[in-house]
């Protein structure tokens, strides 16, 4: 099945209030192991490409892969630029072929996040591409900048953003954050606020973007194996679940990913220190980011079955 943009997949999730996975790609085995899961659960799947993925793998070989894994498979499948930093990357994404771009202009003032926005859209409308802008910093990995310090998105300029940039989505800043570190103290989202956009945008779909919810049991298998990761926390999968009856059709999964593979190729080493063949430790790192991500499908985002 050819490449989809998200809109019937967010209409769909919308009505039905639950919400597609946004995975993160930078190689074949995490491809597969998402698109596995994806045939598992007969989910709709979005791949997403960070502008560091982008470098790491090629904008070739990635959507080549991608491709690949679409000719194998019978799922509806988005293709999408995680975090445009600027109007080329996203036309150069465009135009190699990816569905759905987000420019991420969230750092600017709101006046030239407004203006850059709207150029992605003047581009990507006539071409058919889906627009994702963020309104509201959604902190990164570093682990001096705590969630409590995002500038969580402002109702009312959310809707005059919308209207004045023609966005088809939008990243909402509510207090997650991406990595592995996300809350300090408890661990909360604003509700309220999230509950204010919604019914000031009805029908327009957002998105949550540093969603991860850090499984207790990769922190573990990564610590016991070798690793050093110490204090994570991620968003709790009841909280997501929630937000998914609020208009949040699409939940944003890097770090979940990357801790999966990485326990499990870490504890593969410790108990096979023999080996080096790279498709002996790979296959079951592939299998372990299959099966988180059904898991996610199935009891957190709510979309098995919806493909
Ligand atoms: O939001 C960021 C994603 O987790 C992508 O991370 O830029 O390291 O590929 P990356
Ligand atoms: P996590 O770091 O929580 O997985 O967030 C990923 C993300 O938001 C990608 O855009
Ligand atoms: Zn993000």
Redesign the pocket.
Known sequence: MPLVTPKDMFARAYLERYAVGAF?V?NMEIIQGIMEAGAEEKAPIILQV????RKYAGQTYIVKLIEAALQESDLPVVLHL??GPDFDLCKACIDGGFTSVMIDGSHLPYGENIALTRQVVEYARPRGVWVEAELGRIQGVEEDVAAEVSIYTDPDQAVDFVRRTGCDSLAIAIGTS?GAYKFKGDAKLDFPRLETITNKLPGFPLVL??ASSVPQEFVDMANAYGGKVGGARGVPEDLLRKAAGYGVCKI?I??DIRLALTASIRKFFVEHPEEFDPRSYLRPARAAVKEMVRRKIRDVLGCSGKA
């Open positions: 993160n930078n960070s502008a560091g993925a995680d975090h991406h973007h540093g944003n890097d770090t």
